[in-house]
């Protein structure tokens, strides 16, 4: 029966261990997140100051200021909401971890990637996230966010080569499989409750009106 078990799960890509098992789709998942990093980081570089700097739209650091009184410590804030900027915030240190930012996504865009440079990128964006208020509370900025911090764990822990021998691990694709699934299903659940029309299929009909 155990036999059994663990032969089903070969088939489905757990525990395999051939060297090649999703070679192709780890470069190009890795080339495509490096592509989306870098973008979002670029976007940061250009508006990220009149945004949430301190003359912004919405300085991030009057949300520090509000927030900061409800925790003991900067370390009880950092573990309920992560973000480097709990320890220093000024307009050139955003501007610094943008460009990082914005640096390493590209080194990954161009095929170097190891779990380092994803963690640090992971981190990164999850610092501005988390102090990005109105800007940053879009589904899409979790969804990055979550789909980064898979991505942590498909590359290699320190070669950074486009092609490493170490095979990624099968799980972690089931879980970008399950994570898509939740995108659709989610996207579709969210329209359908929001009006009849898309029940109706006429919500097309003054789409592009």
């Known amino acids: 029966m155990v036999k059994v078990i663990l032969e089903r799960l070969r088939v489905l890509g757990f ?5 090649t098992k999703y070679w192709l789709t780890r470069f190009v998942f890795l080339r495509f997140l490096g592509g989306m990093y870098f973008v979002a980081f670029l976007i940061l570089v250009n508006q990220g100051l009149p945004l949430i700097g301190e003359n912004g739209l919405l300085p991030a650091k009057n949300l520090i200021d509000l ?9 009880d804030a950092f573990l ?6 709990w320890f220093h915030l000024s307009d050139r240190i955003l501007v610094i971890c943008a460009w990082v930012g914005t640096i390493l ?8 990637a190891n779990t380092p440079m994803l963690l640090i990128l992971w981190f990164l964006y999850i610092s501005f996230v988390n102090i990005g208020q109105t800007w940053y509370g ?6 990055l966010l979550e789909t980064g911090f898979l991505g942590i764990f498909i590359c290699p822990l320190l070669d950074p080569r486009p092609f490493p ?4 691990p099968a799980p972690v694709f089931w879980l970008l499989r399950w994570l898509i699934f939740r995108i ?21 009909v003054y789409h592009y009106e």
């Open 184 to 204: 659709y299903i989610g996207a579709g659940m969210i329209k359908i409750r929001s009006d009849n029309c898309w029940l109706d299929l006429t919500c097309m």
């Open 138 to 143: 879009f589904g899409w900025e979790s969804q």
């Open 105 to 112: 996504s590209f080194v990954v865009l161009i095929g170097f």
């Open 80 to 85: 309920k909401i992560p973000t480097l900027f």
């Open 165 to 168: 021998r170490s095979p990624p």
């Open 15 to 19: 525990g395999s261990s051939a060297p």
């Open 67 to 75: 927030l900061e009184p409800r925790y003991e410590t900067i370390f």
